[in-house]
Each structure stands twice: as structure tokens, then as C-alpha cells.
């Protein structure tokens, strides 16, 4: 006796090829472009097989036309080629539509660089503000800032931590990577490993994650602290510092941007950011916004 199984989306094929901190972002990208094509329903039911060559340029060009970024328009297009290919392997178009798919060209264009790299005065200022409250909030937020500072992780990798990936005794951290499923070891500099035995002495030795959220008692509740609250803690923390609007991954190019200052070379640096493609890594560096930034203080009267 056999049983059928529910053939599986191209949609949803392509979706669990992906990263799972990526896979919300894709799915509103693809309903955007759906909503250009006049696609009406769930993207899982939606007939994907049918798009053909002009459908894809209809969106870019309809993306170009609504001033969307080159990067937005680029990363569409990925997903469409994405879903196409996700097709080809259901055997629901053949090699020449997917071949003729793929030949859709990216849009080009340079937009400015995104976010801002702190500088050395306001990383003090910004651990300061931590140091300066005592309670176990400010020795959580001192040791997640210094560890963001010191090894550029990602939220979602934050998150991911438990209490016995840092060996306080060699100063290695073990890293489960949001993006590509990888692994991989950081040894933390000797300020920020400080900081986080600090962190953990006051969290105590309870299995579980290595940053917990907090309530108002006081009491480190044991569960782990989201990606919104980290967020969260950054903005409250740059307030206070009074050092600007500031964001998470704002640690992070600043991460990229003192290494290479410090004459890291781009792969050793790519390598210590996690990133798989060198291109990648070359977007973090704020070297020459800090640059303009001195030059313009020089004229100052």
C-alpha cells in the first residue's frame, strides 16, 4: 500500500534552502514582487512556473520606477532566480526557461553606505554608561556591548550563545553561525573576557543561554535574551552615552572598520567578521567616512 505525498511549493523549496533569520525578509520580497505580477493568494499556491523572462524584467522595472535601491531591485531578482531554480528541480519548467531566467542582468548603481563606525571616544563612552550602573543590567549590557565590539557578532549569533561556549580559561568563544549553518572559534581580547566573567558570575552557573533577559525584581530570568532586546539595549545605552542614534550592526562595521584601520588585511578580517564572500566585508569599511570626518574638524574655527 502507498501513500501520496503533498507536492512541496518552489516557494517553499527555496525558502528552506535558506538561513533561517533570512527566510522572513525573502518571503516579503517575493510578495512584493508577487503583487507586481498581479499574483493573488498564498505564495505556496501561487503558479511560479509560469514566469517567464518578461514577468521578471516587468518587476525590475517596475522596482526601478517606484526609486527602490539597486541593492533592493538586486535582491529581488535573486529570489525570482531563486524560486525559478527551485522549479527547474521540480520539474516544473525546463533547463531553457531557467538558462533564460537567469539571464536577467542586475541593476547597477552605488548608493551610500549604510550605518556608522564608532569612534574610540564613543566606545568609551558607550562602556562607560554600562560600567557606571551596578546593577546586574549594566553588568549584562557591558559584557554584550564589549562582546559585539570585540568579535562584530551578529545579533541572531548573540542569541544563540549558551553559558558554556566561553572558556574563560583560553578566552575562546564557539560561535553557532546564524548564516550557513557553520561553526566556528573566536578568542576574545583580554577587556572583553573580563567582562563577561563579570557577566557570568553574576548570572551564575545555571546551564541555559549566556544572555538573559531581565525583569524588573531584578532577577536574571533563565531564557534567552531575543535579537529585539539587544536592539533595544543598544539604542538605550547610546542614549545615554549621548553618542547618536546608533544600531547593533553598527558594532559590527565598527568591528570590520578597526581591524582594518589596525592593518588587518581584507580576508583575515572577513574571515574573524564570518563572512563567506570578501565583497561582503569590503561594504563594512567606514574607513574613509571616519577619514572625512577628522578632515572636516581640522577646518573647524
Known amino acids: 500500500m502507498s501513500t501520496k505525498t503533498e507536492p512541496i511549493s518552489p516557494v517553499t523549496l527555496y525558502l528552506e534552502n535558506l538561513a ?5 525578509s525573502m518571503r516579503c520580497t517575493l510578495q512584493t514582487a508577487a503583487n507586481i505580477l498581479g499574483f493573488m493568494g498564498d505564495l505556496e499556491t501561487l503558479p511560479w512556473q509560469q514566469i517567464e523572462y518578461q ?3 516587468s518587476v525590475r522595472n517596475t522596482l526601478r520606477q517606484h526609486g527602490k535601491a539597486s541593492n533592493t531591485i538586486n535582491l529581488t531578482l535573486s529570489a525570482l532566480r531563486g524560486v525559478a531554480k527551485a522549479c527547474f528541480h ?24 549604510s550605518g556608522r563606525s564608532l569612534t574610540s571616544n564613543d566606545i568609551q563612552k558607550l ?3 554600562c560600567k557606571q550602573d551596578k546593577s546586574p543590567t549594566g553588568k549584562r549590557d557591558h559584557a554584550l556591548i564589549s562582546l559585539m565590539l570585540a ?14 561556549d566561553f572558556n574563560s580559561k583560553n578566552g575562546l568563544l564557539d560561535v553557532q553561525s546564524s548564516k550557513g549553518n557553520k561553526q ?18 553574576q548570572r551564575g ?97
Do not use: M
Open 20 to 24: 533561517p533569520t533570512g527566510r522572513r
Open 55 to 57: 514577468h521578471i524584467a
Open 205 to 301: 552557573n545555571a546551564d541555559g543561554k549566556l544572555f538573559n533577559p531581565i525583569n524588573k525584581a531584578g532577577q536574571i530570568v533563565n531564557k534567552a535574551l531575543t535579537g529585539q532586546s539587544i536592539y533595544d539595549i543598544v539604542q538605550q545605552r547610546a542614549i545615554a552615552a549621548q553618542i547618536g542614534v546608533l544600531r547593533p550592526h553598527d558594532l559590527r562595521r565598527t568591528f570590520v572598520t578597526r581591524l582594518l584601520e589596525a592593518g588587518v588585511d581584507l580576508n583575515t578580517t572577513r574571515q574573524l567578521a564570518g563572512h563567506s564572500d570578501i565583497k561582503t566585508t569590503a561594504r563594512y569599511d567606514l574607513r574613509d567616512q571616519k577619514a572625512q570626518r577628522r578632515a572636516i574638524q581640522l577646518l573647524s574655527y
Open 151 to 164: 568579535t562584530g557578532l551578529r545579533r541572531s549569533e548573540i542569541t544563540s550563545l549558551e553559558h558554556h
Open 90 to 113: 521540480l520539474k516544473l519548467v525546463s533547463a531553457e526557461q531557467l538558462l533564460t531566467i537567469n539571464s536577467i542582468k542586475p541593476v547597477r548603481g552605488q548608493r551610500l553606505i
Open 184 to 201: 566556528r572559534q573566536i578568542y576574545l581580547n583580554p577587556d572583553c573576557r573580563q567582562s563577561l566573567r563579570q557577566w557570568r558570575n
Open 127 to 129: 562602556l562607560r554608561v
